[in-house]
């Protein structure tokens, strides 16, 4: 059987790995380990690419057919390793610096395309002249972060001075602040091949990973095309005219705008694999496999350029459901009050917390996006104050 190297872990993507007859063998740093009977070798840090270069060295593998990374840490990695071991897909590693470091993507970026404000900043950097540049209000995140961790919004010195305290300092180049910007978002979901769109589908948080990363519920759910088009189509001009001038290789991709009143504000692009359970509520939708075209494109294969072009029959969204302090919610009684296509909640107090402090998932879906939304607004509420 194929070897697939793999960097991270999460388990649906494990199942698509074997469903391709292909035995993954993994690079993973904790907490993330996988379970009893996975190959795989831990490491500090998987964004040590020499570490993880080492790890894969040492394995002494056979057959190894491709590689691919299951997030954003493990991008630029992955491009090194094609490199190195001469495997097909994106070899290119200083591309995937800029599909990573948030400062290098905007300052990169063509002009035309409206963005936050964006620069290195240290624990030394003055929070006047931050003011100064980015305005009264900013943001401070890891240069080359992901899914809003470690990230804060700044409206006074004390606050910069703590925002930067909980982050590597050493570096000139591992703190970004950012304009900040006061809109909904949504991301858009695609596949990139030839130097232009195959695919694409748009989802709307219910509220932003950030407020999830500090105690909301994380919650999103797939557009109706028909009911935002303008929405639609600007955003799919932003991806392609992002995607084609940094040079994006064929790649799954995760694009998050803002949704300002004068149109979508660029927020950031990914070259990887959606986060949560995207990739789960685009196949229910749309019966596009993200996972599989990942895979194929590890392998050095061409997408299949049929997917999921008809108008979908039901909008699907997602929730992470977490256990606020108090709060005695259990299955049943997500149950007894809502529909859900799958729900999975823990009510045990010993449960390891996921991503955003989650303790539960769960998919909903609806022929009407509106009532869609409105669904998924109820679960939260009564997730929140049971």
């Not at 002494?60 to 691919?68: C, F, Q, Y």
């Not at 097909?88 to 610096?97: F, I, K, M, S, V």
């Not at 470690?150 to 982050?167: D, H, I, K, M």
């Not at 709307?204 to 990973?209: E, G, V």
Request: aromatic letters at 8%.
């Amino acid at each position: 059987m194929p070897t697939m190297i793999v960097i991270g872990y999460r388990e649906d993507l494990d199942r698509a790995l074997r469903r391709r007859g292909l035995d993954p063998y993994y690079i993973v740093q904790a907490p993330a380990i996988p379970p009893p009977g996975r190959r795989r070798t831990r490491v500090a840090d998987m964004e040590n690419v020499q570490e993880v270069l080492r790890a894969v060295l040492a394995a002494r593998l056979h057959d190894v057919a491709g590689v691919l990374s299951v997030h954003e840490m493990g991008v630029f990695g992955a491009a090194c390793l094609r490199q190195q071991l001469g495997l097909p897909g994106n070899r290119d590693a200083r591309t995937a610096l800029y599909f990573r470091d948030k400062y290098l993507q905007k300052s990169a970026l063509p002009p035309q395309i409206k963005r936050a404000r964006c620069r290195y900043v240290t624990p030394g950097t003055s929070h006047a002249d931050l003011v100064d540049e980015l305005g009264d209000v900013f943001v401070v995140k890891p240069a080359t972060g992901a899914g809003s961790r470690r990230t804060n919004v700044v409206r006074s010195p004390e606050e910069f001075a703590r925002a930067v305290e909980v982050l590597p300092g050493q570096s000139d180049v591992q703190i970004v602040a950012e304009s900040f910007i006061d809109a909904p978002e949504v991301y858009m979901d695609g596949i990139w091949t030839d130097g232009d769109l195959l695919w694409s589908s748009m989802t709307r948080y219910h509220l932003s990973p950030l407020s999830a990363e500090h105690g909301a519920v994380l919650a999103a759910h797939i557009l109706d095309e028909r009911r935002h088009t303008a929405l639609f189509r600007r955003t799919e001009e932003i991806a392609r005219q992002t995607l084609s001038h940094l040079g994006a290789p064929d790649c799954v991709f995760h694009l998050e705008v803002f949704v300002e009143e004068t149109g979508p504000t660029f927020g950031e692009c990914a070259i990887r694999l959606p986060g949560a359970l995207s990739p789960d509520v685009n196949q229910l939708t749309f019966g596009v496999d993200l996972f599989d075209t990942e895979i194929s494109l590890a392998l050095g294969e061409k997408p299949d350029r049929s997917v999921g072009h008809s108008a979908p029959e039901r909008f699907h969204g997602y929730l992470l459901l977490r256990r606020p302090e108090g709060n005695t919610l259990t299955q049943e009684d997500f149950e007894r009050h809502f529909a859900f296509d799958e729900i999975q909640y823990s009510s045990s107090p010993d449960t390891p917390l996921g991503p955003y402090g989650c303790v539960g998932k769960a998919i909903v879906s609806d022929p009407d996006e509106l009532k869609l939304r409105q669904r998924i607004e109820d679960i939260v509420r009564f997730n929140e104050l049971g």
